[in-house]
């Protein structure tokens, strides 16, 4: 696995308040900085998204989410290590992200990411990262990097050529709320 060259450069971005697009253990993404409004509003901007719809982050491990969760159920990752699929928690008690990022209610939609070049990149920018459908809003998501818009493409700061040339068929994560120590399926 060839990406340093673009992880340096998406650290570069991230920490700058630039927006990147990647690939995730899903479909490609638009990322920022999960704690800077600025770079957030630019993913809505681009999106053409109304602010008010919040978006997933990624981290690496559950050390990560206890530090933006306030007092998540631990249970729920023992659910997440029996699911294959990708699957993204809808937490209550978002701390210490963009306050634009989170729902009304103070949620935060995070999912753990096991892919290794998003493990690596927020290893190594030591903050959680947005992750948002590489699409402009009700548009459908691209299926691998060859569907993406030349408006999203020219419309990020930096876009990562690791696994450009994938063409398998990506599909979104499963999305849960995790209430009452089961959980509730959202998007299957």
């Not at 681009?46 to 602010?51: G, H």
């Given at each position: 696995m060839n990406f340093e060259n673009d992880i340096v450069n998406c650290l570069d971005v991230l920490k700058n308040g630039g927006i990147i697009l990647y690939p995730t253990d899903t479909i490609w993404g638009i990322g920022c900085d999960a704690t800077n409004p600025g770079a957030v509003k630019k993913?809505?901007?681009?999106?053409?998204?109304?602010?008010?719809r919040s978006m997933i982050i990624l981290t690496g491990s559950e050390k990560e989410i206890l530090k933006?969760?306030?007092q998540p159920d631990l249970a729920v990752f023992d659910f997440l290590k029996s699911t294959p699929k990708?699957?993204?928690v809808i937490?209550?008690?978002?701390?210490?992200l963009a306050e634009n990022l989170m729902s009304d209610d103070g949620s935060i939609a995070i999912r753990m990411c096991r892919?290794?070049?998003?493990?690596?990149?927020?290893?190594?920018?030591k903050k959680p990262v947005v992750s948002t459908s590489a699409n402009i809003?009700?548009?459908?998501?691209?299926?691998?990097?060859?569907?993406?818009?030349?408006?999203i493409i020219n419309?990020?700061?930096y876009v990562v050529k690791y696994r450009q040339d994938d063409q398998g068929i990506a599909l979104p994560s499963t999305l849960i709320k995790w209430e009452h120590g089961k959980a509730i399926i959202i998007r299957p």
């Amino acid at each position: 696995m060839n990406f340093e060259n673009d992880i340096v450069n998406c650290l570069d971005v991230l920490k700058n308040g630039g927006i990147i697009l990647y690939p995730t253990d899903t479909i490609w993404g638009i990322g920022c900085d999960a704690t800077n409004p600025g770079a957030v509003k630019k993913i809505y901007e681009l999106k053409k998204r109304a602010d008010k719809r919040s978006m997933i982050i990624l981290t690496g491990s559950e050390k990560e989410i206890l530090k933006y969760v306030a007092q998540p159920d631990l249970a729920v990752f023992d659910f997440l290590k029996s699911t294959p699929k990708p699957t993204t928690v809808i937490y209550k008690g978002a701390i210490g992200l963009a306050e634009n990022l989170m729902s009304d209610d103070g949620s935060i939609a995070i999912r753990m990411c096991r892919e290794e070049f998003c493990k690596h990149l927020i290893s190594r920018f030591k903050k959680p990262v947005v992750s948002t459908s590489a699409n402009i809003s009700d548009e459908p998501f691209p299926k691998n990097f060859s569907e993406v818009s030349e408006e999203i493409i020219n419309g990020v700061d930096y876009v990562v050529k690791y696994r450009q040339d994938d063409q398998g068929i990506a599909l979104p994560s499963t999305l849960i709320k995790w209430e009452h120590g089961k959980a509730i399926i959202i998007r299957p």
